[in-house]
């Protein structure tokens, strides 16, 4: 571990400026204009791992390249393990709120703020130092390694989700770890048993075929505006409980025992971010609501004019942006038609209405006493002197229950996310300390499961 | 009558291109930036009225300069005249559903398209060109006629509205022509007797201190989309009419003859528009809920990411731009705070809420009998060799009730809107016969008030 920290300690600046170029590359995946971007950070980044002494490779996908690299020394004999995470991230409007340009990586009070600062450039960019600070010291690895590192986690995977069964060879391992979660405070080590699936869609409500006048047509127009409103408002009861019929059929009921062993639940994060008015239904509690009942989100709602100054318009199109995340045995496909379906159905007759359902992705559950799961908490406990937590999460990696299928692995998810890291939102950071803790994290880990 | 359509006629080429000279400057209201292009057409159009021999001014105004302009050479025996339009403009998105630049106008099948075309730059230009073809027939005014035509209509009326009391003697008449009305279909004159107030306000719903990612804190946090959908839609009953307590109170029923005065009706916009879908409460008609009773819009909502992509986001913030048409009785001011604490009131607990009333402005009622009405109905009836019908309308002029007072003068409305010319939507047009008829009108009025 000293020699590690050593080399770790060492070596930070040079470390730091690789990743601060890794932040630099505008890789919004949902912005099909950065396709070329997307492309040379890739290539940056399989240079990388080239000069780290892995075999690395750009595999195309129908979107952005998947980046994968291998290092096979240890032997056929030696186990596998494959390491997930992305380079992609999240668009980064209301530009407006950032206080520094997302693209260029400060460093303020021990935080470098930017977009992808953790999710997932930041934790990803550790699991390859780590890679460097075992060559560095000059250890064998005792495990073979594998990265898949793709560009599309926050536009649904699609792209490798295509390609994922020609991917079967290169991806098959032992140990599979996902590189993209959290502790639940800095101060507490966790590993992720599971995540949820998630299901997005697109409604566009249409009530005529130009924008009207409100005078004009004003107590004559069903504005689509209000059949929004009142369409998006049916979706929850009294109860706040989702009303779409069978929404919650096949959700999977734990035992209080089974509840019981998750323990990385910190509400901090919610205090920080001032959120004073809930979502839980009632008889949930918030651990529940966000970690073992899916979720119904409108993630964006647009129609008329809503900028500066006033325009009395009755818009002829409104639309929404709509994600439920998914528990275990909910079926995305499946939960995605319900909710269309809903939607269909339960609109004002006469406003036309189209659902456009995205890709989604399965949620997962990892088995708590795996030999992987067992170095990754003795690799925590190691380094913070306490027992290692199991979380949940209650967000989405899409892509990691096919990829667990494929690369017939199990599974664990670490990270050193914090609620407080403003992910999916301006002004993202992520700890430098935090940063450093996870190569060593990686680094032993690595160790242990040799 | 032959002659000034002889001179009309005659001059018409030079008349257009005044017209698309004034099309072409970028005047909406509503859009701060362009404060310096307003001024630029208000000293275009006081320019324009005093080569037509008229004394002209801008007035200053806490915004959009106001253009006055008068030709009192009828001499103090003979009655007043004020004409009212504005030259300020909508804005203009959704830029991309425009054939063609919203201001270069141009010409199409004997329309012209831009912004403004006819609402009100097409309509008020056709009243000054009617005292050039007056003034080109060379005879003499048997009205004084003042000019009032406004730079902020279309944004509330604010700075006129400031300096009304200041402009008593300047803008007293015994008349007051509004220019900026419609009739029924493009064969059936009218003249209108009334508009509907207006009061429109901003609403703010805050969640959370900044943007969440929807995994995170999906199921936790009581998503300010789903408060605004919840919240907008309890704003109406199940049976379709407004739900704010006392919302309806001050609504003035009219009798059946009362009523029936009103023939100026025609549903091919609505048919034009292909709208599908109603907003007239049960036991309401369309006519009584566009014309006779007040009116509640969502003109804007937003909230969240609802761009190309996707981005799974719980928005800190959700918004909406939202406003009522009023009818005789009901006061703007009143009716706001009704609204307003509808919405304080009515949101769920722990959500922030703001609301930001705007000025609002007065119904009007005209006399359908005054010497003004008489006069204009003739115009129109020579004309078309028709019946003039009597229109009330559904939109709002917000001034015209307090311009009125000022004046001290009966009032009445006329124009050659259509339903169908897309005002304050993309591809606004104004047909050029309309245009013209338009001319003529005013001109043949102003003789017979004589």
């Known amino acids: 571990v000293k020699q590690l920290q050593h080399w770790i300690d060492s070596h930070f600046p040079s470390i730091l400026e690789d990743l601060f170029t890794f932040y630099r590359f505008k890789t919004i995946s949902a912005d099909p204009t950065l396709h070329s971007e997307m492309k040379r950070c890739a290539q940056w980044l399989s240079d990388k791992m080239r000069a780290l002494g892995c075999h690395a490779e750009l595999i195309q996908t129908k979107g952005a390249p998947l980046v994968y690299a291998e290092d096979l020394s240890a032997g056929p004999r030696a186990p596998t393990l494959l390491i997930y995470g992305h380079y992609d991230v999240q668009p980064t409007d209301p530009l407006e709120l950032w206080e520094s340009d997302p693209f260029e990586p400060v460093e303020r009070n021990g935080n470098v703020f930017c977009r992808g600062a953790q999710d997932d450039k930041g934790q990803i960019y550790y699991a390859i130092a780590a890679l460097a600070a075992l060559r560095g010291v000059q250890r064998s690895l005792p495990v073979n390694l594998k990265f898949c590192i793709e560009g599309e986690e926050e536009f649904g995977s699609n792209g490798l989700a295509a390609i994922l069964p020609t991917l079967k060879k290169k991806l098959c391992a032992d140990y599979l770890l996902i590189v993209d979660f959290g502790i639940p405070d800095a101060k507490t080590p966790a590993i992720t048993l599971g995540a949820r699936g998630i299901i997005t869609l697109d409604l566009l409500l249409r009530g005529s075929c130009r924008d009207l006048h409100s005078g004009e047509f004003g107590g004559i127009a069903y504005n689509p505006n209000r059949a929004l409103a009142e369409l998006l408002a049916h979706m929850w009861d009294a109860r706040g409980r989702i009303a779409i019929p069978h929404f919650y059929d096949d959700v999977e009921e734990l035992s209080s025992s089974e509840q019981a062993q998750f323990t990385g639940w910190d509400e901090t994060g919610i205090h920080d971010a001032h959120i004073h008015a809930f979502a839980n239904p009632e008889g949930s509690s918030l651990f529940a609501s966000n970690r073992l009942l899916p979720s119904l989100e409108i993630n964006g709602i647009a129609g008329g004019y809503a900028g500066p100054g006033f325009k009395t318009v009755i818009p002829a199109e409104a639309r929404a942006k709509i994600s439920s995340r998914l528990v275990p045995r909910q079926d995305p496909e499946k939960m995605g038609h319900l909710i269309s379906d809903f939607l269909k159905t339960r609109v004002r007759k006469g406003i036309e209405v189209k659902v456009t359902l995205h890709h989604g992705g399965k949620p997962f559950r990892a088995a708590p006493d795996s030999r992987?799961?067992?170095?990754?908490?003795?690799?925590?406990?190691?380094?913070?002197?306490?027992?290692?937590?199991?979380?949940?999460?209650?967000?989405?990696?899409?892509?990691?229950?096919?990829?667990?299928?494929?690369?017939?692995?199990?599974?664990?998810?670490?990270?050193?996310?914090?609620?407080?890291?403003?992910?999916?939102?301006?002004?993202?950071?992520?700890?430098?300390?935090?940063?450093?803790?996870?190569?060593?994290?990686?680094?032993?880990?690595?160790?242990?499961?040799?």
Do not use: W
Not at 403 to 422: E, H, M
């Open 372 to 450: 992987l799961a067992q170095a990754a908490a003795r690799a925590y406990e190691e380094l913070f002197n306490k027992p290692c937590q199991k979380m949940l999460c209650g967000a989405s990696i899409p892509i990691v229950a096919d990829l667990q299928t494929i690369a017939g692995a199990s599974v664990v998810g670490i990270g050193y996310g914090l609620p407080s890291d403003n992910i999916h939102a301006p002004n993202e950071h992520f700890g430098l300390d935090r940063f450093k803790q996870g190569i060593l994290t990686v680094a032993r880990l690595i160790e242990h499961l040799g």
